[in-house]
């Protein structure tokens, strides 16, 4: 099978790590959107597509945010695999009817995350696993019909519905992204330098086992795009045809 297609929709205003973090860590050839410049695909002729994070809220009320539901719920219906990454996750979950909220707190550093059953994108991954997270907002309440993948004492960490899956944690930082974030943000000094201390090559190393889930989903992208070429290829063949 040729290289595969992705649509990624970079909802991080103009953040040049994450375009840098996600061209990194899918191997594929990448369409990259400017969500918050109300850029989306003009068509559905990827293999997947893929949400990054953002410092917005997928509740607010805003132009482009509505462009980015619009089009990936279209998507959505055309089948067209997604995995959403942070806000990502968040807003597939609303587009799919679940619920988004402020938690009330604000998770961000390397957490303890669990996750459980048989899930493809955790394959290769131990239940208990190391992830850098940064959020305020939660999937307070999942889509009809979704199931939870992973989740910590924070909120939920994963979900899956159908061909649709979300991490709320960030597989894809390095230490670079993660320094120049906890910077950026309101802490007080004593949390800032607390979280930077954790900013360490040794937990970097223990996260990178949560990248798996990237490669999970490619590996999830092929197998049905596999299936889908096989079966039309054999629609046309003279074998399949019926013999009435």
Known sequence: MSQLRLAVLNAAHQDQNTTRNFRRELDASLAEFDATEGEVPHGFEY????????RSSVYWDEDWIRATKAWVSDAIDRDIPF???CWGHQLL???LGGTVEDMG?????????????ESRLFDGIEESFTAFTSHSDEVSRLPPGAEPLATNQYSNHGFRKDRVFGVQFHPEYDPKTARELVHRKELSDERRDSVLAEITRDNYQQACEAKLVFENFLEFV???NGTEAVAESDAGS???????
């Open 47 to 54: 293999d997947g597509a893929v949400v990054t994070g953002s």
């Open 83 to 85: 995995l959403g990454v």
């Open 93 to 95: 979950a609303d587009v």
């Open 105 to 117: 707190a604000y998770e961000v550093g390397y957490s303890e995350i669990e996750h459980f059953g």
């Open 222 to 224: 092929r197998d049905v």
């Open 238 to 244: 003279p074998s399949a045809q019926s013999s009435d």
